[in-house]
């Protein structure tokens, strides 16, 4: 296999661990509906596909309305760095590759991944950072792949989709590049095999350590 020189990832489950955050803010719309909390291993499982698809996961198909994405927004925008931190040696993985290499392709809405990276101190690791509503369509497409790789000036062949959701290995292998399964994650491979495989966040430094390292 060509070497990997361009890295692209998802963001929650991946790079970070948001679950406690997107718990409590699922819990403060539901309180507000009158419904009981959610457990955290509840809410893992519903992490992935977008803020939509979430939402009404966490409220159910009778209960959930349009309205409640915003309000949800809303909540998630006030907790969202309460208790969200970096799995451990992410910090390390990202210092060990230059910010030119790197993008984040994410279904998590722009404006809500760049406030997590800003104060999670990372923004100035990615050159490209693209949201779950930067374009037309969103992971599982190929597209926000495309348009990471296009930003970053990449060679398909030189670059790696790394996440923990099928969707980001739909994604990465529709467009054509490698990828990455992190199995500490929140998601499942659907059955998919991938190139390289992560059991912990501190393999991803081993899988791909940098030039600085090589």
Known sequence: ???INYLLFDLDGTLVDSVPDLTI?????????NC????EKQVIHMVGDGVGILVKHALGEELF?????????QLYSEHLLD?????PGVEELLNSHPADKMAIVTNK?????MNILEGLNLIKKFKIVIGGDSY???????????????????????AVMIGDHHTDLYSGRKAGIATCFCAYGMGHTDGLTTDFYAEQPTDLLQLFPGPSLE
């Open 1 to 3: 296999m060509t070497s």
């Open 25 to 33: 803010s699922l819990n403060l719309l539901r309180t507000e509906l």
């Open 36 to 39: 009981s909390p959610l457990l």
């Open 65 to 73: 309305h349009p309205d409640h994405i915003d309000r949800f927004m």
């Open 83 to 87: 208790h969200t931190h970096c799995y």
């Open 109 to 113: 809405p722009h404006q809500l991944t």
């Open 136 to 158: 037309a369509e969103k992971k599982p497409h190929p597209l926000p792949v495309i348009k990471a790789l296009e930003g970053l000036g990449a060679d398909p062949k030189q």
